[in-house]
């Protein structure tokens, strides 16, 4: 069985608030780097559903407005051989703690409405009814800790990121300790993030079901942990 390199947290200038990089050039820039694809992982939260009168809209026009970057990529990455999936990373209301999550489709996003409001157990028992799988993203990050293992599958051990202290090594000492999932990104925002982080997984994986499927079977998949063109690895670390 043949593997390729994936990217699982990325966003776009399009729809996350911090992306620097367009949809085009995220997409362009994973061709360029050699892998099969990427998740777009905007950020599904309070501050871009309220930002600039969004809030008076109504939902499904909100979530129309969030589905921009991930749409855009998907159209080039059916141009140029990349792989492009639907992800979300959710920030829940009243907390610091961001999630991964893999398996919404665009009809669930617009039908389930704002998720961003739910509490921790309650969210992850819906993500859970539907079959998604759930990471915290950057457990460790701007003083932040891992949380109950109970409302999440995994967690993200590499967040490669290099402008920000992720503390990797403590994410990784929780997995082992929990016995959990564990995932590895680039966190994209910038050209410079791409190529840093990300699984392999097989070249068959053309879906996010699929995605959803192997991840169950293996678990721990083989990650992508590389500096980057220029980087110090201790950065990200």
Same mark, same amino acid.
């Given at each position: 069985m043949k593997f390729c390199q994936f990217e699982t947290h990325c966003h776009t200038a399009e729809t996350s608030p911090c992306g620097v990089l367009s949809a085009v050039e995220v997409v362009e820039g994973m061709k360029a780097a050699g892998y099969a694809g990427t998740f777009i992982t905007d950020h599904f939260c309070s501050r871009f559903f309220e930002r600039g009168g969004?809030?008076?809209?109504?939902?499904?026009?909100?979530?129309?407005?969030?589905?921009?970057?991930?749409? =855009?990529?998907?159209?080039?990455?059916?141009?140029?051989? /990349?792989? &492009?999936?639907?992800? !979300?990373?959710v920030q829940l209301d009243g907390s610091p703690k961001e999630f991964l999550v893999y398996g919404p489709d665009e009809e669930f996003i617009i039908s389930?409405?704002?998720?961003?409001?739910?509490?921790?157990?309650?969210?992850?028992?819906?993500?859970?009814?539907?079959?998604?799988? /759930?990471?915290? =993203?950057?457990?460790?990050?701007?003083?932040?800790?891992?949380?109950?293992?109970?409302?999440?599958?995994?967690?993200?051990? &590499?967040? =490669?990121?290099?402008?920000?202290?992720?503390?990797?090594?403590?994410? !990784?000492?929780?997995?082992?300790?929990?016995?959990?999932?564990?995932?590895?990104?680039?966190? /994209?925002?910038?050209?410079?993030?791409?190529?840093?982080?990300?699984?392999?997984?097989?070249?068959?994986?053309?879906?996010v079901e699929d995605f959803i499927a192997f991840y169950r079977e293996v678990r721990r998949p083989e990650l992508i942990i590389t500096c980057g063109v220029g980087m110090d690895c201790d950065t990200a670390i």
């Open positions: 969004m809030a008076a809209l109504p939902w499904e026009e909100q979530a129309e407005r969030f589905l921009t970057g991930y749409r =855009a990529a998907k159209r080039h990455g059916d141009k140029i051989g /990349v792989k &492009v999936f639907l992800g !979300l990373e389930a409405g704002p998720i961003y409001r739910l509490p921790l157990p309650e969210f992850y028992r819906l993500m859970h009814e539907n079959g998604f799988l /759930v990471f915290q =993203a950057n457990p460790y990050r701007f003083g932040c800790s891992p949380g109950n293992p109970a409302y999440y599958d995994g967690i993200e051990i &590499v967040n =490669a990121q290099p402008r920000n202290r992720s503390h990797n090594p403590l994410a !990784l000492k929780f997995a082992a300790e929990h016995d959990i999932m564990i995932i590895a990104g680039g966190d /994209v925002h910038m050209a410079c993030d791409i190529g840093r982080a990300g699984i392999m997984v097989p070249e068959t994986v053309d879906s």
